[in-house]
């Protein structure tokens, strides 16, 4: 079964620098998640998007931005980038809002990122 | 508001003996509750859900918990490990008025041989 791709895999960045994230989610899912996860810690919620528009927005920092694009998959832009920001960043996504069934989320393997 | 402890931060367990992970979660709403497994360098993997219905919910990999709305506690548990069972296990609890997953701190489980 198709499941959450990410890329790229591996990110390495300086300080200042900027980096984008690009997730696709599993076919005919239209809501995506965002989620981080620092070292040795629990995953973090970030921002989310239902039919392309926001639905959610968590600890996200405002040098952050993201959006769904028409065909559902999402970018995660993050800009000025501070040694505090290298994380494993995950995508999830799930069938849609209504509904229990339809709010399962489902991962997809992150993107490591490494601020230098 | 949500919360979701994990009591355990990690679990040294022999191969083939049982295990239990704790997880209690605090909502003033109806929640739906999660186990996800992370494996060393990988992405989360559902195991499996409770969201209405029996109780006792069988995921994937012989797991299985339990849910206890009078203990507020959704524990986790496998009858015999396996050494490949080695890998963080995070419970998450989903609000009935959100959408976005709140985890517990996580429990590392080592399965010793």
């Known amino acids: 079964a198709a499941g959450v791709i990410q890329s790229p895999r591996h990110l390495i960045k300086e300080k200042r620098e900027t980096a984008t994230l690009k997730c696709y989610p599993i076919?005919?899912?239209?809501?995506v998640y965002w989620y981080q996860q620092g070292p040795g810690q629990d995953p973090q919620f970030l921002i989310s998007?239902?039919?392309?528009?926001?639905?959610d927005k968590g600890s996200i920092p405002d040098r952050f931005s993201a959006q769904q694009f028409s065909d559902y998959h999402s970018e995660l832009n993050m800009s000025s980038l501070e040694l505090g920001d290298s994380a494993l960043y995950f995508c999830?996504?799930?069938?849609?809002?209504?509904?229990?069934?339809?709010?399962?989320?489902?991962f997809g393997p992150g993107t490591r990122l490494l601020v230098l | 508001a949500q919360s979701v402890t994990q009591l355990d931060s990690q679990v040294p367990v022999f191969e083939e003996a049982p295990v239990e992970l704790r997880c209690n979660y605090s909502?003033?709403?109806?929640?739906?509750l999660f186990w996800y497994v992370q494996y060393p360098n990988q992405g989360l993997q559902l195991l499996l859900k409770?969201?209405?219905?029996?109780?006792l919910v069988k995921g994937i990999n012989g797991f299985e918990a339990e849910f206890n709305k009078s203990q507020t506690s959704f524990h986790l548990r496998k009858p015999s490990v396996h050494i490949s069972d080695t890998a963080e296990y995070f419970c998450?609890?989903?609000?009935?008025?959100?959408?976005?997953?709140?985890f517990g701190g996580g429990t590392r489980v080592l399965v010793k041989p």
């Open positions: 076919p005919r899912h239209d809501t």
């Open positions: 998450a609890a989903l609000g009935a008025a959100g959408n976005k997953l709140t």
């Open positions: 409770y969201l209405s219905g029996s109780t």
């Open positions: 998007f239902y039919e392309k528009m926001q639905s």
């Open positions: 909502s003033s709403v109806s929640v739906y």
């Open positions: 999830a996504s799930s069938p849609g809002l209504a509904g229990a069934e339809e709010e399962t989320q489902y």
